[in-house]
């Protein structure tokens, strides 16, 4: 019995999947846990039997079984009464009986079920094994969608005449496949490679997306997925359209141990539109960054298009400005460091591309260091900036500013603040026209002082600050600042966030200079249920008027427009925020409102903003009133199914800007996407178009799970 026993144990151990050479030292060397109600031995015919409730357990593996035979003059394991392998990587297989050689090398297996990594299922009328690692199907079904009794048909499922898993490889192969969605065959292919599930990264196709335009037509995108090693990847999307377009999309991905970078470019072969320019029209798109010695990083972020249409009509994007960059930059807590270059590619058609301004260099560096006691903190800033046309309008900027600032606290809980300046900067001008060539020099120092009195009162369990802020400040340009040019100055914005600004400028070719006194009001509520609100109120006063600021910034004249903004924020998802630009009769130059939510079942983004007529803009010249409302949001109104929709519209003119709408269906095994969009604007080029796209991805088919979608559930009793 001692050695029916053994052979039993070999036995067991070829069926539970692992193969071993013959010799007791290596059965020794991997036990196996084996439980029988009964087992016997038939010396005359040779048969070792292991009946009622066998469970045999080796490295992870359980085989179940009713009864397992082993006929030692056959050379085969038979196993009877409801087979069930499972593996630690999550494959199970269920079926009625098994006839298979000891070390499981060869065999046929009978009304058998397949569960793969724990994702993709699959029932077959036999199973034949070969080889040591093909397991052939046949007369199969294939999903990884949820089956319940009361609803027996997947949301999708492949059909086959032939499968077969390559264990070594990681590969499914099917014959003769016929893809059903919710019981309907929607597709058929003669033969279909897939990785199997749980494998991350596989060459293969992806799921395509159809889509539809005005513009070019009906089209489709079949992405072409390479894996090129562990650290690199790429796609290769063709996009053909009935308009007669064909073009490549490509997008490559490396890593690298200290960064890395992606690339996205596509070419037009032929864009099947009259005036559109054939062949050679495309765009790219590739970002990264690298991590450089001592604690300096690099990164890029790189655009072009071939002209000003070809990203709107393929409906790529509507952008009107491309912004390149390239840099090397360091941050540390008393230091930044950033030396790089920017370049544009306007794609409106009203600009010309020989004034569009090439940057190089652009520099800045800024350190600070703090004194010990109470002399303050001391800060030194350099900066350069370089500014190329085509069509002239150069310059070059050097210069630098020493800074220092001293904190005080003060009786009754006042802060105050003491700040002194000094700023340099020279000018190399060139081809400027209104401006001479040659060197300038602009000098400028600043001094201010601000008192801030925060006021706090308890109130219940809620918390409320009012905070008056007072702050003088005086500065003064050394020279005239109409010789100089201004390339980083042009669009002063007068808000809440610099109305204690030491300049309303947003660079350093323009100063705000003269006396003045910032003046403002903040009030904070924190309410322990949840929720926090705050207001702030304010305005500059000069002491002479000044022409530095054009009329339609609200910073002209003596007293300045009001500035405010409220907002509230809650802690279950909600945020909202209007801010506004007022004179004192009420009449608004700029009023924005902002609403975000972001919950369990949906999301929304409503806006609207408002600019008051302008005739007198000195950079774009008379600018009409601007009125318009953007909504877009999402909603789940029932558990697998998610509606989208998203509007811009012009209350001035009263028309239509953008709108758009999409649905979408997704469970554990599946998600299928439907969208429509309609843009009412056009220009030279492009003119109004609608575009409708439908996407959908399986899970188990090159695709991971659908996490975000909850699997449909198996009710009993219905």
């Not at 924190?526 to 304010?538: I, N, R, V």
């Not at 030279?684 to 796209?693: A, L, M, Q």
Request: charged share 25%; aromatic share 10%.
């Amino acid at each position: 019995m001692a050695g029916g026993r053994k052979a039993l144990a070999a036995l067991l151990l070829a069926a539970a999947g692992v193969a071993l050479p013959a010799g007791p030292q290596r059965a020794q060397e991997a036990p196996v846990g084996l439980i029988a109600d009964q087992v016997s031995y038939d010396r005359e015919s040779r048969i070792l039997t292991a009946a009622g409730n066998v469970e045999v357990l080796y490295q992870g593996r359980v085989l179940r079984a009713e009864r397992i035979v082993y006929d030692e003059g056959r050379n085969e394991v038979r196993a009877e009464g409801g087979l069930l392998l499972t593996d630690p990587a999550g494959g199970v297989l269920m079926a009625e009986s098994a006839t298979l050689t000891p070390d499981l090398e060869e065999g046929l297996i009978t009304s058998a079920r397949l569960l793969i990594a724990g994702k993709m299922q699959m029932a077959a009328a036999e199973v034949r094994r070969t080889g040591g690692r093909y397991d052939t199907l046949y007369s199969t079904i294939a999903s990884s969608c949820t089956v319940c009794a009361e609803n027996p048909t997947p949301t999708w499922a492949l059909r086959a005449s032939r499968i077969t898993q390559d264990e070594l490889e990681r590969r499914i192969y099917l014959e003769n496949a016929r893809l059903e969605l919710f019981g309907v065959p929607v597709g058929f292919l003669p033969r279909l490679s897939i990785p199997a599930p749980g494998v991350e990264r596989a060459s293969g196709f992806l799921e395509p997306r159809f889509l539809q335009s005005d513009i070019y037509g009906f089209g489709i995108k079949t992405p072409y997925y390479y894996v090129l090693g562990s650290s690199a990847d790429a796609t290769l999307t063709p996009f053909v359209t009935t308009g007669g377009a064909a073009l490549i999309e490509g997008e490559y991905r490396q890593r690298f141990a200290g960064g890395g970078f992606d690339f996205w470019g596509v070419v037009a072969i032929d864009d099947g539109l009259e005036d559109g320019g054939g062949f050679g029209r495309g765009a790219f798109h590739t970002t990264g960054d690298f991590a450089l010695p001592r604690d300096f990083v690099a990164d890029f972020d790189l655009a072009a298009a071939s002209d000003d249409s070809f990203l709107t009509q393929f409906d790529y994007s509507d952008t009107d400005l491309l912004t390149s960059f390239a840099r090397i930059r360091r941050s540390r807590a008393e230091e930044y460091v950033e030396l790089g270059t920017v370049a544009f590619q306007s794609l409106a058609d009203v600009d010309d591309a020989a004034v569009v301004p090439f940057v190089l260099p652009r520099f800045s560096y800024r350190r600070l260091r703090g004194y010990p006691g109470e002399t303050g903190r001391l800060g030194l800033s350099l900066n350069s900036l370089g500014v190329l046309r085509e069509a002239g309008g150069n310059s070059f900027r050097a210069g630098g500013e020493i800074d220092w600032q001293r904190d005080l606290s003060l009786p009754h809980g006042i802060r105050a603040s003491g700040i002194a300046e000094a700023m340099v900067n020279a000018y190399q001008i060139w081809d400027n026209p209104g401006i001479g060539d040659g060197l300038e020099l602009q000098a400028a120092p600043l001094v201010a002082a601000e008192l801030r009195w925060p006021w706090m009162r308890q109130t219940g369990a809620a918390a409320h600050v009012i905070e008056p802020i007072v702050q003088v400040a005086y500065s003064r340009a050394l020279q005239d600042q109409d010789e100089i040019p201004n390339e980083d100055s042009r669009l002063p914005e007068f808000d809440e966030t610099n109305l204690f600004g030491l300049s309303r400028f947003p660079g350093l070719d323009r100063l705000e200079t003269g006396l003045r006194a910032n003046l403002g009001i903040s009030y904070t509520r924190q309410d322990p249920a949840g929720w926090s609100a705050g207001f702030t109120l304010g305005r500059v006063l000069r002491a002479d008027p000044v022409d530095e600021f054009a009329a339609g910034t609200g910073l002209d004249g003596r007293w300045s427009d009001y500035v405010a903004a409220v907002s509230v924020d809650f802690a279950w998802g909600l945020t909202a925020i209007n801010r506004a630009l007022f004179d004192t009769g009420l009449g608004f130059r700029r009023n924005e409102f902002a609403l975000a939510y972001d919950g369990e079942f949906g999301a929304l983004r409503a806006a609207y903003v408002y600019l008051a007529e302008n005739d007198s803009d000195p950079e774009f010249g008379p600018q009409p009133e601007t009125s318009e409302i953007s909504l877009d949001a999402r909603y789940r109104v029932r558990p697998n199914w998610e509606l989208r929709g998203l509007w811009r519209y012009d209350v001035a003119s009263h028309s239509n800007l953008r709108a758009g709408a999409g649905i979408t269906y997704g469970n554990e095994c599946a998600e299928f996407d439907l969208s429509v969009s309609r843009r009412y604007t056009s220009s030279d080029n492009v003119p109004p178009s609608t575009s409708i796209g439908f996407s959908l991805r399986l899970a188990g088919i090159g695709e991971k799970g659908q996490e975000d979608w909850p699997a449909r559930v198996c009710m009993r009793g219905t």
